[in-house]
């Protein structure tokens, strides 16, 4: 079943109380003992925090499992989710999730959707938004941001003196460095350098450079202590998590070439065969980037539902199944006071 890109727009009148139905998804990425971590500053949540959250979660809200709403959208009846209805999802398959945050659920008896990168799983090798996170956390914690961004400055440079064509560095800054609600200017101007502003060999240079300077720790052994493997995940699968797609090399998906993007996808498939149902899947767009040929890829490759970032709470029948908003843990109680 498929819902082009305008359904919810113009195609389809639900019942007004099912159109309404609406879920709390809370996206989640690092959870862990922070205070005591090697690398306190990066932007996670606390163990403790998850803690407190999941107390009031289980107090105000009724979580449900990826299935059942996969079940509802095939059946185009939303009546069995109830109020108050919550889904935890957990982004890019850190080991926190297997360490921490399942023997948590298993705990409060609650499942939760995982989306982990096919390439940090399958070949142990840190994805560049990985090594963004670790070098911004550590040049924080040393106080060296105004550095690392004469260091990003001085690499373009380089790239501008051996012939590349680079806008120049303050028009860059002024144009990407745009603080939000979590972030500096600085730290968003990094970010958005190395993830998507350059082309893709020179700003994977630049974060393997920057890794090496700030976090001094070889990356495969960095990789293989980051992230889950798959033993790791089945064991968790067979514990009644669920399991999703996240790409294979955490690309924005809507901006590479189309046949770029479908191998992406394509690979991650391939991969968790057998962890994932290929004729039902869900979809976590990496940096919540997507297109129109994105979902229609997805679609025909079995896709059934996709979650975003949009910060906001989930509208049943009226916000399109492929790219469902999600709450940010921050936003939560006790962080946060939304929803």
Known sequence: MYYNIMWFNDAVELDKELAM??????????????????????????QSLFIQQMDHIMKHYR????????????????????????????????????????PILKKYGVQG????????????????????HFILAEAERKGKMREL???CFCSMDKYRMAGADIEENQKIYDRIGVPNRWDSGEVIFVKRLLQNELPEEMRNEMAKEFFAKY????????????????????????GGMFFGIHGYDHYWLGKLPVEQMQKDVEKALTYFDGIIDRDSWVMNYPYGNYSDDVIEYIRQAGCRLGVSVEARVAELGKDHPYTLPRLDTNDIYPKGDKG
């Open 21 to 46: 139905k609406k879920v709390h998804i809370i996206m989640y990425h690092y959870v862990r003992d922070l205070v005591h971590s090697r690398y306190p500053e990066i932007r996670g949540l606390d």
């Open 63 to 102: 979580v449900i499992t990826m299935e059942s709403l996969l079940e509802a959208y095939s059946k185009e009846d939303f009546s069995g989710i109830p109020d108050n209805a919550l889904l935890l999802t957990f982004d890019d398959g850190y080991v926190d999730h297997y360490t921490v945050v399942y």
């Open 113 to 132: 959707s995982f989306f982990p990168n096919a390439m940090a799983v399958k070949e142990h090798k840190l994805l560049t938004v990985n090594r963004i």
């Open 149 to 151: 961004v004469s260091d």
């Open 215 to 238: 976090v001094g720790v070889e990356e495969d052994v960095f990789a293989r202590e980051l992230y889950m493997n798959m033993d790791q995940i089945r064991c968790m699968k067979q």
